[in-house]
């Protein structure tokens, strides 16, 4: 099976990006091996403080986060890091040519329960004439980025990554450590029966989203005269790896319970990369109005409505939004 590396040359991928990408997963090895310890290494459960979005933060957050900061900031090649544990960009090397963005440690809520989670992250070129710790470093739209991935803590640990061209599979070898390849071009089926929101919040749902899940949950007696099943993993690292896996629809609308938060999911180190994602496996991500990676980041920690998989049913949806 081929290994990371010479998947990544034959790419021809940039000698410089090829080793900053190795950096991240050195981090996200580490983090596996945390994450397959559980309650023996001490590594459930929540800490005190909360990340500047009001989250409680649990201790393999704050873990996860100081594994990839410690090691990115080490890397040469790094200009700034952003995070979701981190309140603001986080200045590395003034020569970097390289900016990371990521979201340590995705699905939180699953971390006590051994539920799956993962870690996600973008790398974008850094921006010459701003200084490291300028936060417009980070304003650039998805269509910039120069890699997306994640890497998914579950049964397996499995990377799913771009770097502009196809979107690609490896998994993890514990026999050596490294990456091997396990589908070298996924594919994301242009239609499905599969939908994943969460349900719960049904009510606080504007209209469009209320019309749109009635419409599938009619099924054969509506009018889309097929019955469609759900899924939710409460963890969007989980939902996109099944929805690239095999098709289906994900979606975290904007709603009504907190109109200062009326979107959950964030741009820069969540939605943008899964968008790359997606959209590299022949699917589509929109934010009901517009392609996410056309969205140019206004802030490090913004946050936008995410509808994103199967692009004939992602179609579809958005037409209820423009409507
Ligand atoms: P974090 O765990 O990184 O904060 O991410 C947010 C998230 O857990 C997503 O992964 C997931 O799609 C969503 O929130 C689940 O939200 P809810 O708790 O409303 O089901």
């Known amino acids: 099976m081929q290994r990371l590396i010479p998947t990544l040359r034959s790419d ?7 080793m ?18 559980g309650a023996l290494g001490g590594v459930l459960g929540s800490t005190l403080d909360e990340n500047i979005q009001g989250e409680q933060q649990k201790k393999l957050d704050v873990i996860a986060n100081q594994l ?15 995070s979701e544990e981190e309140d603001s960009i986080v200045a590395a090397h003034e020569d970097g040519k390289y ?14 329960i051994n539920g799956q989670i993962g870690t ?19 304003e650039q739209s998805g269509r910039n980025q120069l890699a997306a991935g994640y890497v998914l803590y579950g049964p397996s640990t499995m990377l799913v990554l771009t770097t502009g061209s196809k ?16 589908n070298d071009e996924v594919r994301v089926p242009l239609q499905t029966q599969e939908f994943s929101i969460n349900m719960a919040n049904s009510r606080f749902w504007f209209e469009p989203t209320k019309f749109y899940i009635n419409d599938l949950l009619q099924g054969e007696s509506g009018i889309r005269k097929k019955r469609f099943n759900m899924r939710w993993n409460a963890a969007m690292v989980g939902d996109i790896h099944r929805v690239l896996t095999r098709g289906g629809i994900f979606l975290y609308p904007e709603d009504k319970r907190d109109p200062a938060k009326p979107a959950k999911l964030r741009l820069l180190y969540e939605a943008m990369p899964m968008a790359m994602l997606v959209e590299n496996a022949g699917g589509k991500a929109s ?37």
């Open 99 to 112: 900016l990371v963005a990521f979201d340590p440690l995705d699905g939180s809520s699953n971390i006590d």
């Open 12 to 18: 021809q991928v940039d000698l410089e990006l090829l």
């Open 167 to 182: 979107t690609r599979c490896f998994t993890l070898d514990r026999t050596h450590g490294g990456f091997l390849l396990t």
């Open 68 to 82: 990839l900061k410690s090691m990115l900031l080490n890397d040469t090649n790094v200009r700034a890091i952003a």
């Open 120 to 138: 996600i992250f973008t790398i974008l070129p850094a921006i010459k004439e701003l200084s490291a710790d300028d936060p417009k470093q980070f």
């Open 20 to 37: 900053l990408i190795r950096t991240v997963l050195a981090g996200c090895k580490e983090i596996s091996f945390r994450v397959s310890q």
């Open 287 to 323: 934010t009901g109005l517009q392609d996410i990676l056309d969205i140019t980041p206004d802030g490090l920690h913004q946050r936008v409505p995410v509808i994103m998989g199967s692009s004939d049913e992602v179609e579809r949806c958005c037409y209820y939004y423009t409507d």
